[in-house]
């Protein structure tokens, strides 16, 4: 079986750590290049950040480009010269043009952490938590003009529990993604893959996550407290104020039998802190006030609550 020359364009850590496992499929694939977004300013020295698959490259001594923009003619002929057989896209924040989709022979793959035609567009994984899906997945699909629109190759399915978050599900998905993409490559070249069009009338959009929507509302439910935790967790966390002080609450569990104060009332059950939402207590097993260490609920207590 040939092997492909591959040209991957990549941004965050997912992509790290699917880059990390193809890296050591030398024997079906050479990566002639890895495209990234420019390295940004951030951090309190406002020193330039490179992205994780831009630190993983310069790592592994990978060809690295960060283009301001895909669209100019210099960057088009660039990848026409490498002459890859496909490219490979996650999560890269950029539209790529018809030009560009059309240079290498078996197109553009992207790799989509939902089940499409579900969720498509931005945060599907933290989409799937809002709703309380019990599962989730990942799609290998061929890229199209329209978001998220092209045909499904492969796809692969997985359960949610209860202790899953946004956090869990990324670092599953990397270590899935990986062989799925070496999968699909193999079934596309011995022609195994038939790509299935998807049903457009079943898609579902979703929506940038911003840092606000994580501010806990005392008039929501457990429910949708809790799931809200799962989404949000790492990015940008469920977090309220105790008093002056902000919190991001690192773990909790739901008691909906208890509610016996005004909405939105800190109290302690049984040395662990919690708060009155609209159908029970959220109990607060892991906390993390801002300017301190995380620590346990009774820590809380005993630091916070009891002074």
């Given at each position: 079986?040939?092997?492909l020359?591959v ?24 990566i ?8 940004k ?6 020193e330039?950040?490179?992205?994780p698959v831009?630190?993983?490259?310069r790592?592994?001594?990978?060809p690295?480009?960060q283009?301001e ?11 026409k010269?490498?002459a890859p ?5 996650v ?7 018809q030009?560009l989709l ?9 790799v989509?952490?939902s ?16 709703n ?24 692969e399915?997985?359960h949610i529990s ?17 062989p ?11 022609g195994a ?6 049903n457009?009338?079943e ?15 005392s008039s ?11 989404a ?7 977090f ?5 002080t ?14 016996m104060?005004?909405?939105?009332t800190?109290?302690?059950i ?6 009155i939402?609209?159908?029970?207590f959220?109990?607060?097993k892991k906390?993390?006030p801002?300017?301190?260490k995380?620590?346990t609920?009774a ?9």
């Amino acid at each position: 079986m040939k092997k492909l020359r591959v040209l991957f364009f990549w941004t965050p850590q997912l992509s790290a750590d699917i880059l990390s496992y193809l890296l050591t499929q030398e024997e079906h694939l050479e990566i002639v290049w890895v495209v990234s977004n420019p390295d940004k300013i951030g951090g309190r020295g406002h020193e330039l950040i490179a992205s994780p698959v831009t630190q993983l490259a310069r790592e592994k001594n990978l060809p690295l480009f960060q283009p301001e923009k895909i669209k100019n003619e210099d960057f088009l002929n660039t990848v026409k010269e490498l002459a890859p057989d496909i490219c490979i896209v996650v999560a890269y924040g950029k539209i790529l043009p018809q030009i560009l989709l059309d240079i290498p022979p078996m197109g553009f793959l992207n790799v989509h952490t939902s089940l499409l035609p579900k969720y498509r567009w931005a945060a599907p994984i933290q989409h799937a938590l809002l709703n309380g899906e019990a599962t989730t997945g990942l799609t290998i699909m061929q890229m199209s003009l329209g978001m998220d629109e092209g045909d499904i190759l492969l796809q692969e399915t997985w359960h949610i529990s209860p202790s899953d978050t946004t956090g869990t599900l990324f670092a599953l998905t990397g270590k899935q993604a990986g062989p799925l993409l070496i999968e699909t490559l193999h079934g596309l070249q011995d022609g195994a893959i038939i790509p299935i069009p998807q049903n457009h009338d079943e898609a579902t959009y979703t929506k940038m996550i911003e840092k606000k929507d994580g501010e806990l509302q005392s008039s929501w439910t457990l429910k949708e407290a809790y799931h809200r935790w799962q989404a949000y967790t790492p990015w940008p966390g469920l977090f309220t104020h105790f008093e002056n002080t902000r919190v991001t609450l690192l773990e909790v569990e739901m008691f909906p039998q208890w509610k016996m104060l005004a909405e939105g009332t800190w109290t302690i059950i049984d040395e662990t802190p919690g708060i009155i939402l609209r159908d029970g207590f959220l109990k607060i097993k892991k906390i993390h006030p801002a300017g301190k260490k995380p620590m346990t609920g009774a820590e809380f207590v005993r630091g916070f609550m009891k002074n």
